[in-house]
């Protein structure tokens, strides 16, 4: 598993005309940095897209799934049922057709080509998956603990904000970390949305040094390593929180 890995290492300090060599050296026998001098010279306009649309498709997913988890949760709206089946179903949507029905609405919109229009649309993808994570996650709160928050005087806002947001940490890392993951290695909406814009992100930069006639392995590899750098550093970062986020509700006392 790790050694696709290990090989992006290798050919991003691999020199171009070792690439093609047979057989291929296992080590970087003689390394070179200019994939990485590629990267932090072309790239950094880029990682800086990709970075703005993660953490706005971070948030929007949170300020829209959390209410929603708590609502259809703990607060047993009429229709609840129908809009889990619907956010189900949502996931089902191949991106490519949202794809298309975003381009002809930011069309009439103004809206192409915009770090905004990204993060919409990002969002789409993130915010059912986030909904079902919170619904499950916070119906596993106590009522008693809510019922004592209203004896003491507390509205639902004042129970979502000050009881239940702070209990349902672990749901809440978990949809940020997938939403920020889905955002950050997003290429369909960004290909159809942005492409050839001024607020490209990471994913087609990358794509940019493919063409016909020429394919700069080392400055794509190089790339590569440094855009998983912070998706490694967060799921590291996370993975207890995820581990707990993503079971929680998967098993009934």
């Known amino acids: 598993m790790l050694f696709p890995v290990y090989w992006m290492v290798n050919v991003s300090l691999t020199r171009e005309q070792d ?3 047979t057989p291929p050296d296992l080590f970087p026998v003689h390394a070179t ?6 990267v932090f010279g072309r790239q950094l306009p880029y990682l800086g ?3 703005a649309v993660g953490l706005g498709t971070v948030a929007v997913t949170v300020l829209l799934a959390a209410p929603a988890g708590f609502a259809l949760a703990k607060l047993r709206p009429r229709g609840g049922g129908l809009v889990g089946f619907l956010m189900l179903v949502a996931q089902m949507i191949p991106g490519i057709i949202m794809a298309m029905g975003f381009y002809a609405v930011y069309l009439r919109l103004g809206l192409l080509h915009s770090v905004a229009g990204l993060v919409v649309a990002d969002s789409t993808l993130a915010v059912p998956f986030a909904v079902l994570v919170c619904t499950a996650f916070m119906s596993g709160i106590p009522a008693e603990v809510l019922q004592a928050a209203r004896v003491d005087g507390a509205g639902s806002l004042r129970v979502f904000r000050s009881v239940v947001l702070p209990m349902s940490r672990n749901a809440i890392v978990t949809v940020s970390l ?3 993951l889905w955002s950050w290695s997003d290429f369909v909406f960004a290909s159809t949305l942005d492409g050839g814009g ?4 990471i994913t087609l930069g ?4 493919i063409g016909n006639n020429n394919q700069e392995w080392n400055a794509i590899m190089a790339t590569a390593v440094v855009a998983s750098l912070p998706t490694a550093v967060i799921l590291v970062l996370a993975q207890r929180y995820v581990a707990a986020g993503v079971t929680a509700g998967a098993v009934k006392d």
Do not use: Q, V
Not at 33 to 38: D, H, K, Q, T, V
Not at 198 to 201: G, I, K, N, R
Not at 206 to 209: D, M, R, S
């Open 19 to 21: 690439m093609r060599k």
């Open 49 to 51: 897209t990709s970075l």
């Open 206 to 209: 990358i794509y940019h040094y």
């Open 33 to 38: 940095l200019r994939g990485y001098r590629e």
């Open 178 to 180: 997938f939403a920020f």
């Open 198 to 201: 001024a607020h490209e992100p």
